[in-house]
Structure formats: structure tokens, C-alpha cells
């Protein structure tokens, strides 16, 4: 390397996939360099095999960060663990990652790991500590047939560019619009596009198969050989060896929509009835209220800091605050909420109506965004491509109220409510909202990624939750049973209490699913 290097300001790599033998010395040299522990990878070679016997083929890539311009991983992370150095390279920090496991689901590129030593997230840095050193990454180094090379890809004499500029180059997942800096000469678009190969039911090459394991590592969809899927259309190739990924978010991210919705609707309810002139009742409006909206509120936090991988690092959200990240605004959303609710608890305690009905106004609107705030932050989420959906905002907020009207349903069991009718109406109307949008989000097409999705959602490995927890108790036994309430005389509150407890369990079923069958296709 020259000894311009440390003049560079856009570090890439060009990953020569033609010269490629698959020996895996970069792997070792980067597990050496960085003392990377087993199970987890910065760097590693992806084999596929092509064709039909005899005519067949096995192909190499190597798989690693791509060091984004635009990188989603910088975007999402909530306190700035990883950031660009001067010389382009997207680098992290150890002492300021909280380990939320948020960078893994914005990378497209299944780049970013918890290093189990430290409970922080790793990836490749390009050796960056060499780079400052004029010294090159250790795995171009070691590479025996020079398929590595790195350079400045704004200097159009430095090899890399004039290899990119002269040859047919291509990059993983353009259509993330990250703008990647790793460019690939010579690599299969199926060694690219994790869709379109599969691992077959015997397994990959020193690895027994995976199937089964899916909830302990990143899934696949095995295949036997020689035949096609009959569900996976534009499978081409098999995947011979690559590494697993553990899946990131699961039940505590998916019981934090539900607490949290909790929480929203409870008080979007009593601001309701609030508003038809019901602020002198005092426990059934003033107290009761804001004091489930705490405890679940609370809940929540409690579920936010146990899903961190340094939880007693919590509190970086606020002091080390990267205010780009929806996880830092959404804490901020929370604290809102909170204080409004407490305001909203000192109105009830001192039946002061007064000031309940002027927090309503903000507490409502502290409720909603509390409900919806998790769109924008799954919206970040680049390499989740369910999670993109326009339709996950008003999906949201329609799950607040129907777990609003579930919680007053439930409560109508131990105090008298004013307004029961209106009280089965919410809940009915939530629940046929939800299920409309939800309906809307299922019959639109979307990219590939969201196909496979929703077909693991809806007929894979996570249909019955689906199917049966999220739509036939969540959505079809609350709605009858709120319709039934409403067309007769029922005087006993307990069959809306049933249809709320049906609701909100459906409810953490149907966020489930819809929250592991996002991470469920495979991104490398």
C-alpha cells in the first residue's frame, strides 16, 4: 500500500470472485487479527454450487460489511457506537454500544454480530488500525491469489477504481439504495442474492443441516437436491457452506409492542371519555387509568433493558443519545408519555377535572405516538424488508385501540364504567380495523424478501401462530363477541372481558409472528 493511504477519504474493496479459491485464509487471518471468537465471523467465504449434473459448478464469495455511504446501521444506532472515520470506514466503538442488536436488522448484508465476549456489536472494519498504520487489512495480506484488493474509490488512478470503471462489477442488494463500497468482479448474482439459493436437506459442506433450529439460528429453506421447491420460485443454485446468523429480536421485542400498546390505549380510551364528559369519574377516567398506563409503561421499559446485551448501559440512550435513531426518540416519546399520565394521576387523585382534561389533549397525542413510534424505528430496519411497510403505522395504531377497549373490557369486571356500549365499540373497531389493514399488508406485493416473508408467516413455520393466535383469537372471537354484546341485552361484563383477554393475546401471537418472519429470509 502507498504511503498515501492515510490521505484517503473513501476506503472500498474490490472482491475478485474469478480468483477466488475459497481457502478461507482471510477468514482465519481475520479471526487472528481481531481475536474473534468462535461462532461468530467478520468475514467468511460463501460456497454455492450451479448447474445440473454433470455440467455443474461451485462458487466462491466472500461476504463482509460493505461500508456503506449511507450506511443504515450509523442511522439506527442509538448512541453512536458506530460511526465513520476519516478515511470513510464505517468503524465501531466498543465502550458506547448498549449491545440492542438494532445495527443487525438495518444492515442488509447480515454484517454485524454480538461478539459473545463483550456483548457488543462487532463487524469488519477494514483493519482499520492497520490502515492508520499505512499497513494493509490482514485479509488482503494473506489472500494467495490477490482476489482482496483495497483502495481509494475517489482517486480514479487507484487499482480498484480502475477495475471498477473498465470491468462488469456488481454489489450485494443495490435496491437498499445504501450505496456500498464492496464491488464483486466475476461473482454469481445468486452467490449475491441469498433468495435465489437454498441449503438442501443434507446439509452444507462440514455442517450438519439446519433445519428445525430456526428459532436458534438465522433460517433457511432447505431443498432436496435436484428438485426445485415448489414454493420458491427463482431458486437457481444451492448453497453449499456459509455461516449462520442468530435470529436478533424475538418475544421481549414482541411483548414490548404489546405492552406498550397496553399502555397507548388505555389512555386513548379514557381520553375518549374524557371528551363525552366523563372526567368527574374519578377511578373509572382520573385514577385507574393513567395507573395500568404506568405499569405497562413500565413494563416495557423493563423489557427494552432486558433485551440489551449491556443493560446496565441503558441509560447511554439519553447521556450518549444519537437523536438520528428511532430508539433514542422513541425513549423520548416514552419519557413524554409518562409524565403526562403522572400529571393526569395527580388530576384524578385531587379530582381535579380541570387539569385532566387539559392533559388529555397531549396525553392522547403522547399515546399515539408512543403506539406508532416502533413504525419509524422498523422503518430503519433496512435489511427487514416486512418491516418496511407504510401500512406497519396504522396496523400500530389500530392494535392500541383494540388493546384499549380490552383493558377497559377488563376492568368493567372490577369497578363500574361509564359508557359500556362505547366500550365494546372501540374494542369492535379496533379489531376490524386491524384486521383490514393487516388484510392490505398480506394482498400487496411487495419486493421479494416480503414475499418470502409472509409466505414463512402465513404457510410456514409460523402459520398456525398466525392464522390461529392472530386472526381467529385476536381478531374473529373478540369481534363476535363484541358484535354479540351489542345486539343483545347482556348485562354481565364478563363475555367482553373474555373478548378482551382473546384480543390482547392475539395480539402478541399476530406481533410474533410478523416480528420473526421479518428476520426469517435469509440477507447473505
Known sequence: MSTDTVRVTRLGFLLDSDSCIGCHACTVACKSEHDVPLGVNRTWVKYIETGTFPDVARKFSV?????????PCMKI?????????????????????????????????????????????????????????NLEPSCQI?????????GDLDD????????????DVAVRAPEQNTKPKVYYRGADQASLDPTRTAIANDGMIWADTITGTHDKNHPTVPVSIGQKPADLDGVVARTAYTTTHMMTWKEKVSGYLVTKAIAA????????????????EQAAVGVVPPMVAGVFLGITGVLLIADLKQPTRFHYLLTRGNTDSWLVKGAYVLMFFAAMCGLWWVGGLTENDGLIEIVAVPAALGALGTAGYTAYLFAQCEGRDLWQTPLLLPVLLAQAVTAGGATYAVL?????????????????????????????????????????AVETMTRGRYARQFWVGGITVGLVVPAAIAILVLATDISSPAPLAAAGIAAVAGLFAYEDAFVRAGQSVPLS
Open 63 to 71: 461476504m463482509r460489511c460493505n461500508q456503506c455511504d449511507d450506511a
Open 77 to 133: 444506532c442509538p448512541t453512536s457506537a458506530l460511526y465513520r472515520a476519516e478515511n470513510g470506514v464505517v468503524d465501531f466503538q466498543d465502550d458506547n454500544c448498549i449491545g440492542c442488536k438494532s445495527c443487525m436488522n438495518a444492515c442488509p448484508y447480515d454484517a454485524l454480530y454480538i461478539n459473545p465476549e463483550t456483548n457488543t456489536a462487532h463487524k469488519c472494519n477494514m483493519c482499520n488500525h492497520r490502515i492508520e498504520m
Open 142 to 150: 494473506v489472500c494467495p491469489t490477490e482476489a482482496i484488493k483495497i
Open 156 to 167: 480514479p488512478n487507484s487499482e480498484i477504481s480502475r477495475i471498477i470503471a473498465r470491468d
Open 265 to 280: 390505549g388505555v389512555i386513548l380510551v379514557a381520553a375518549l371519555l374524557v371528551l363525552l364528559g366523563h372526567a368527574a
Open 412 to 452: 368493567d369486571v372490577f369497578m363500574d364504567l361509564p359508557e359500556q356500549d362505547a366500550i365494546a365499540w372501540v374494542l369492535l373497531g379496533g379489531v376490524v380495523a386491524t384486521g383490514a389493514f393487516v388484510w392490505m399488508e398480506l394482498a400487496s406485493h411487495g419486493s421479494r424478501h416480503v414475499e418470502l
